[in-house]
């Protein structure tokens, strides 16, 4: 019977040969990160310019937002290609990307989970709907993201007369993955994990394509797993794997068994806090839409007061589901989003995405950077770095309803709710209503076809996707209609009849005024 080969991090870090193809596993916020893993081949490289032309993939953002994680790798000539699902948490391998020193791609992070799954099965890349009409499109860029960037990872199709997305296979030389405990025979158990993230699939692609597996855990265990069903990663595709007794289960905890989801959740729970201000007024407006029964997805940054503002409202969320593999869970937000805690199940990454494809989400909330006059939405390249979309497109893409939350305005905004009336004090200097995105994360032509309901609601204003483009169907009660709204946006847009007369009504007491004076 194979036996787990135990070693340390070094050797795994010098056995990784120039130019080799990498997945690294894991999501932001230490979830199920193999930094101790990381750390050695960054040891390596600085001490002796090895290994270097990497090639490095990875689904979603991995690493603390300092230090560990994909920044590991973030050294001019030790990668020579980033396929990334989500860029922000290492700065500097946006550094790298903007720089034009990497060559830079960002996929939807599902994409890259199944491509890789799918090169793990030997199956000829990916065939899919997801992407399509947006940034991962060859038609608007195949996923570069810097002109360094000039391969074509993807092409348009047409299988059975629908036109689809092929992204083209991975050949991966070495899988770094991490669970909580190895036994003996080299088998895996993330029970004590946050997530599951792709461990496995990242473990069967390298193996099955004749590369290295590498692991990290926390411990050994001298006797077998058990139940044999908290195996994560089977022992036959794990060539060796290292003890690193410090693992943290995230960068803020040791260790909470609420997290890994060993815990029910409790009679009461602590009511979450509720945002403030502007995220407040939004997350207000958004739960609105919430509908009883619904299966429920609460993306990153504003979204995420929604269920506090709900469940002060008395309002049942009936499921919800985020992109690590989590249901039902407590989100913990920020450097922690991904993690829950009281999870009533807790899947891999790989089978989340494949019930998001298959259109298992009623309503999406999620976050806006920009807006343009045909409903497409950016959320993935702002400013001058490459942000990426993270799991974004692939829930995006096949919801029934998705609801899009961001400020009108950026840099500046300052906004009071007060008797329930919407002050602007100070408009923003940056708009986000844009004449077009700079890079198409969602697709407002793909949801039109697909009949989608879409909503955008800001602090001041809600749009919908229209036959024809974006409808401004209700401004918040305090806020001006033309002066607030209408004035400030660069394109036309299509009014609710409600609004069409408010409109007419400023419009003739604007001239009626005028007159007056004259």
Known sequence: MKRANLTDPDAMAAAIFDGAVVVLSGSGGGLVEPDHITSAIERRFLATGHPRDLTLIHGLGIGDGLSSGVSRFAHEGMVKRVVGGHWTWSKPMQKLAREERVEAYTM???VIQTLIREAGAGRHGLVTHIGLDTFADPRHGGGRVNARAR????????????????????????AIVRGTTADMQGNLTSREEPADIDAFAAALAAHNAGGRVFAQVRDVSATPITPARAVTVPGVLVDDICVHAEQKQTTGAAYDPAISGELPAPDTRTPPALPQ???????????????PGACVNFGYGLPDGIPAVAHAAGVDISWTVIEQGSHNGELLGGDLFGATRHASAILKSNDQFDFFSGGGIDIAFLGMGELDAQGNVNVSWLGENIVGPGGFVDITQRTRKVVFCGTFEAKGLDVELANGQVHIRRHGAVPKLVPQVRHITFSGKRARADGQQVLYITERAVFELAADGLRLIE????????RDVLERMPFDVALHPSLRERKEHASHASHAAASSEG
Do not use: C, H, N, S
């Not at 401004?475 to 033309?482: I, Q, S």
């Open 151 to 174: 391969d074509d990872l993807v092409e348009v199709i047409t299988l059975g007369g629908k036109e689809l997305l092929w992204y083209k296979p991975f050949e991966i030389d070495f």
């Open 277 to 291: 201000g502007i995220r407040y007024i939004i997350a207000k407006r958004a739960a609105q839409e919430l509908m």
């Open 108 to 110: 939807p992070a599902g």
């Open 475 to 482: 401004v918040a009660p305090g806020v001006d209609l033309v």
